[in-house]
């Protein structure tokens, strides 16, 4: 439980911590539960980034894990927390929204920010309000940032300024360019909350007026804190990375995501919110406001699909370069997006794309249900690997075919490659854009690998794709492998 000076503390600062609430198998469970469902990935300036994707939402984010994984319902959950928000904001209390900060060495800062009705990065929608609080009631929103690993000055702690929650900051609109926005400093939230935005928001808000402290903390240990508090984080200049979480809490009588009753299911960053929901953590919802639920509403195929998915996402397994490994292509567009409704490509003109068609179209009138069952079914007779031992990204086969190519060279047939696969035109093909965002599956990005590593006659490993997601952060890898090889 909270004392009376930590109250007080609340009260007068916005935040308070570090608390000692987790225990060290509660913290252990949810880091295993994120290292074994995500990846490590280089871009092209060369920072190492760790990515995630939400199976229930099916996008690859650092949000909102708690949708699918029990190890982070359970420490957002836990009692020792539920007691302390309890004591801040009475005992009806819903969950609604989780997500991960990793910062990894050499990562920027994030920048000053309050959160009270909107939750955007970028000018996106100022009009879409995530929360709508009732008139009856102070508002509450409560986030628990949850230290997985220490946080101190050196590696990115917390930083708060006192008292500012009194206040709510202007919103700047288009005031700073994208890349100098709150988030920037964090590559992995930058493809999905920035979108292809040009312009972000900044607040009218000057650090030097206020008393800012920082708070280190270590694994284990939370800091509570109210949204409407401004807060920031510091750029990692350590060798190690900040792996952190947070949840976020509001009373029952808050309205999430309201327009979604209004059958609108993209929220204002772009993520599709049609399967979210709170967890009531504490006391009771007579409100109605929103979908609440204890777990997700997934069957068990699905469950079952989505595990199997995250093994080939994740490249916990090896995929041969034969038909299987079109089939499971064509089971998982099946599964996902249904009948084939593309038109039947040239196959002279699109040799490539005729294969990965006829993968999917074979499957045409399988219903998802069966095309999931078969998924897992393929993907199951997979060997295991140990993904320690794949990160050797090129293994020489002899003789180099092409001679000692270029990143210019690779990178010039990576836009003609995705150019023809998306039927697109070379010139609207952007270089620092991820595969991602092209819409690339986990197979299709095999199958990249697997055209790429014949043309330049050196085997690659499939997890590159991942690895070096942008067309320039993988050419240049390709060529500097090629050069030690040589």
């Known amino acids: 439980m909270l004392d009376q000076a930590q109250i007080q503390h609340f009260k007068e600062k916005g935040w308070v911590g570090p608390l000692d609430i987790f225990s060290a198998p509660e913290i252990a469970a949810v880091k295993e539960c994120l290292e074994t469902n995500s990846r490590t990935i280089k871009e092209a300036d060369g920072q190492q980034i760790i990515t995630f994707y939400n199976n229930v939402i099916n996008l690859e984010t650092p949000r909102d894990h708690h949708l699918f994984h029990q190890p982070i319902v359970e420490i957002f959950k836990n009692s020792n927390l539920i007691q302390r928000l309890n004591q801040i904001a009475g005992e009806n209390l819903l969950l609604w929204y989780t997500n991960v900060f990793c910062k990894m ?30 008139l009856d009631e102070n508002p509450v929103n409560l986030t628990v940032w949850v230290a997985l690993e220490d946080a101190d000055l050196e590696n990115g702690c917390m930083r708060f300024a006192n008292g500012s ?94 327009y979604r009753w209004k059958g609108d299911f993209i929220d204002e960053n772009a993520h599709n919110i049609k399967r979210h929901f709170c967890i009531l953590v504490s006391g009771r919802d007579d409100y109605g406001h929103n979908v609440v639920r204890n777990s997700h509403d ?56 005729y294969i990965q068609w006829q993968a999917w179209h074979q499957y045409q009138g399988m219903n998802s ?42 990178q010039n047939w990576l836009i003609s490659y995705l150019a023809e696969l998306l039927e697109m035109q070379p010139d609207e093909i952007e270089v620092e854009i991820p595969f991602e965002r092209y819409g690339l599956s986990s197979a299709e990005g095999t199958v990249l690998i697997g055209d790429i590593e014949a043309w330049v006659g050196y085997e690659l490993a499939p997890t590159l794709v991942y690895e070096y997601p942008t067309i320039e952060a993988l050419a240049q890898h390709i060529a500097e492998e090629m050069q030690v090889l040589a």
């Open 165 to 258: 929650q009194q206040q709510i900051f202007k919103i700047l609109k288009g005031s700073v360019p994208a890349s100098e926005g709150v988030f920037a400093g964090i590559s992995a939230h930058k493809t999905v909350w920035q979108k292809e935005q040009q312009y972000s928001l900044s607040y009218e808000f000057d650090e030097n007026d206020w008393e800012v402290e920082a708070v280190p903390v270590k694994a284990g240990q939370a800091i509570i804190f109210t949204e409407s508090t401004m807060h920031c984080s510091l750029p990692n200049n350590s060798n190690r990375r900040r792996l952190a979480i947070i949840g976020r809490y509001v009373r029952p009588s808050t309205q999430v995501y309201p």
């Open 105 to 134: 060495p050499g990562q920027g800062e994030i920048k000053w920010h309050q959160a009270k009705e909107f939750y955007t990065s970028s000018d996106i929608d100022f009009e879409k309000k995530t929360l709508v609080y009732s």
């Open 369 to 410: 249900t069966e095309a999931m069952k078969r998924y897992s079914q393929l993907v199951a007779t997979l060997p295991r690997k140990n993904n320690k031992d794949s990160t050797s990204s090129i293994i020489n086969t002899g003789t180099v075919n092409k001679g000692l190519l270029k990143a210019a060279d690779i």
């Open 298 to 353: 997934l069957d068990e195929t699905e469950v079952q699909f989505q595990l199997m998915s995250n093994l080939v996402r994740f490249a916990h397994v090896n995929i041969p370069e034969d038909k299987l490994q079109l089939e499971i292509y064509g089971l998982e567009k099946q599964a996902l997006e249904g009948d084939c409704q593309e038109q039947e490509p040239n196959p002279i003109l699109h040799p490539r794309k």
